[in-house]
């Protein structure tokens, strides 16, 4: 199953794709016979031995002396850890291109984006053949990467996977999980980093992982996630839907679910409210850089670190969720945000009740050229992720797959199943997998 | 958003801002809050939690244990003696 790169190639791939934001030193374990399989952790992930600065300046030099429980499991496992991935900072993106350490490349055209905010990770897992990344996704940070690099992304029930040692974004909302290149390495993987830890209390009360069969049979497709699609990516939908009924003998309906359209405003309130609070820890204290300057008041400390550290995106994330959590406006942001969470949540118990699956297209367009990225306004960028928010602000197993090709480039198909039933999207995965043809980037050949 | 809040809320993030990041921000915030508004249309749900499933408090035993060595920490911090070192309060 597992071909490792020599560490010469594997250099070479980082310079030319700039996968990792730190790349381990000692890189000798790939001559390891038999070879050892590979993985690696999304920069926000803790693990000793790499600094852990999720994409951020202001964690420059961080060290952590623990690594995450996903990261560690992983490790016990004889996993080779072969460095930390690059992100957007802090995962505040849709295409990586907010990282504190360069972007990374897509592998299909270096010219494009690689989807955020697990961007490295996705480029790792198209690239080196029986790798395994852990990716993180907070609004759609596993399904949009997996999308734009043609592989497969699966972010578990939000609770499934321990977040012990995982840099908090919004923590309602944050799960770790997995990125491969086929349907087998998901299932020897994902019971590995799921399961109670003590260290993360969220994770204590999940029913145990049942991966045993379940046939999905019937899917639902709301009409309100058909809207404002690429034309090639709604046409590569279509066929992937007609394939799904021919080839597989499953029931494709349409449904509606008109709370879809509030997903994403509710999502940006809850994240960005979560963000601002989460990341107030960074004031050149406690972790990375460090303010000497402590003749100053508290204030001007913390500030001057904080301006001069964070990146554009995260500064506007942290003034937004400020914002919503102001005296005045909390009811009106927040608090209805929260309960536009139930609203969606219900909805798709509604359609889960009587269909295995709901699926849509991962992303509403193929990846992006950098060129045509930075002219693309804030909300702009927000509303590329109006497919992957829902299931992420209702904390429900999701899977990005590989559905089709436009131009070269991968499409990618989304599906949402009830919460811990992660075993249906196991199943369309490997039924999926065995007659799609998978494409991997010439280079990785 | 205009400059005004946009400056008032930097201050509660603190956050300094460059005249031209306030000038950014007040537009992009804008053009954001006003997608927001569409909450303003969602129906209303008696019922709100934090967490899209439920939680639990899940405590440990109490007994003391040490997860992490302090040591280890205070390395990447400004100490003096055994103290952290940090900014005036006042």
Known sequence: MSCSPTPERLIQLNERFRIFCEMAEDLSGLQDYPPRPTFSAKDNLCAMGFQARAGSRILEGYRPPFDATPVWRMRQEGMLLLGKTNMDEFGFGTFSTNSGYDVPRNPFDAGRACGGSSGGAAAATSLLEGHVALGVSTGGSISCPASFCGVLGLTPTYGRVSRYGLIDYGNSLDKVGLMTRDSGSLRTWLPVISGPDPKDPTSCVQPMLDLSPRKVERVAVPLEAMQNLGSGVESSFASALKSLQDDHDILVEEVSMPSLKFALSAYYVLATSEASTNLARYCGMRFGVRNSNISQHFNDFFSETRSANFGTEAKRRILLGTYARMVGFRDRYYMKALAVRQLVISEYKRVLNDHDLVLTPTMPFIAPRFADIEKMRPLEAYQADFLTVPPNLAGLPHLSLPCGYIEGMPVGMQAVAPHWEERALLDIAERWTSKFQMRFPEVAR | ?90
């Open chain 2, 1 to 90: 958003m205009d400059i005004e809040t946009v400056r008032k809320v930097a201050r509660v993030a603190r956050l300094r801002l460059t005249p031209s990041e306030e000038l950014q921000f007040a537009q992009d915030l804008e053009e954001v809050l006003q997608y927001f508004s569409l909450l303003d249309e969602a129906p209303q749900v008696d019922t709100h939690d934090f967490n899209p499933v439920r939680v639990a408090d899940v405590l440990r035993d109490d007994e003391p244990s040490r997860d992490v060595n302090a040591e280890r920490l205070r390395e990447s911090m400004d100490t003096y003696d055994d103290l952290v070192r940090g900014p005036r309060l006042s």
